[in-house]
């Protein structure tokens, strides 16, 4: 894994080894993929100031994120199926973060189960919940969350309604795969990861097949996932899933200040500032153009998280120049997870602290914990929003 210096590194080898509509599903925004590629591209606009002449050692990427220890500010967001990017891939990506010393967020639409990820780690991860129409179902997904010991509910507000993603309706993505000629001759060619499938513990949704009621096989289960999310969902939910949870909601799916202020005055105890890493709202501006004018806003209300687009060590530094506490990562873990499972999550993760350390010493920064603007040039991206 050490030939892979960049995220794309990654990515390249996963493209190789996983069958192409896992890999498109993991690599695609909705429709012209205008934000998708934004929430990149954008971060570079921003410039650092350089510092010389400043005591470097002893630096230290350490923090705390929703209250709980980080060896720096990223945590692994929620991705679904990635038991489908590699063969038991919640479970190697959630082993990869606890040793790295980072939280974990596991999907609702994971592949391994809240029960599978537990037992297989031993500190606590992050659970994100979609919000579905079974109420019963809902109760008992968190009450899972809660005897799994989560430390924290991600509510993920930004996906009642499916943005169109053209890939995953070309290759008629499905989980477990449909076989037909199209995906056998997609998986043939990927026999290391047919290989490993075999062998997995699970192949579909964990977390709702044989849970909700009337979903113990395959049909019933597509036709439930597109009936189950719940168009009808508002604000006033967040109050009812603290309080059946009793632990810190994170928000997730903030771009708007005004739905900043809502979600905190309806108990958010986190957001995070993201538009699905440009899978939902094609034309919605990227995360970090957004991100100033939203610590302006509730900043010192609520800790800010932000995603879309990291790909670097450069970019979280950017992000807490612009008032994140920490950042999420997306596709990178999911390419580390087919470029290599456990490893190459780990890689990842130190392609990401390797270059936010030497950065942070160009910066004359010792301590994560102090970025802030003064590590950046004001600029059309950062001055517009009042900074
Ligand atoms: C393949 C894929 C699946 C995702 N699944 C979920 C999900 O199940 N729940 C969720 O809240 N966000 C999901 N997201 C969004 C991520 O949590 C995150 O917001 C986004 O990927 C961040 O952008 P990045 O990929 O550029 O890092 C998914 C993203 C990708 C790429």
Known sequence: MSAALTINDLRQRARGRVPRMFFQYSDSGSWTESTFRANESEFDEIRFRQRVAVDMRDRSLATTLVGQPAAMPLAVGPAAICGLQVADGEIKAARAAEKFGIPFSLSTMSIGSIEDV?????????????????????????????????????????????????????????????????????????????????????????????????????????????????????????????????????VKGILDTQDAQLAVSHGADAIVVSNHGGRQLDGAPSSIRVLPEIVDAVGHKTEILMDGGIRSGQHMLKALALGAKGVLLGRPVLYGLGAGGEAGVTRAFEIIRKEADVTMALLGERDVRNIGPHNIYSNDLVRQQGH
């Open 118 to 250: 537990a037992e297989a780690t031993s500190k606590p991860f992050w659970f994100q919940l979609y919000m579905m129409r079974d109420k019963p179902f809902m109760e008992r997904l968190i009450d899972r969350a809660k005897a799994a010991r989560c430390s924290a509910l991600i509510m993920t507000m930004d996906l009642q309604i499916l943005g169109d993603r053209h890939a995953d309706v070309r290759n008629g993505l499905s989980a477990p795969p449909k076989f037909n000629l199209n995906s056998i001759s997609q998986i043939v060619t990927r026999p290391g990861w047919a290989f490993g499938m075999l062998g997995a513990k699970r192949r579909t949704f964990s977390n709702v097949v044989g849970h909700a009621q009337n979903v113990e096989d395959l049909g019933s289960l597509a036709s439930w996932i597109a009936g189950q999310f719940d168009q009808s969902l508002t604000w006033k939910e967040v109050g009812w899933v603290k309080d059946r949870f009793g632990g810190p909601v994170i």
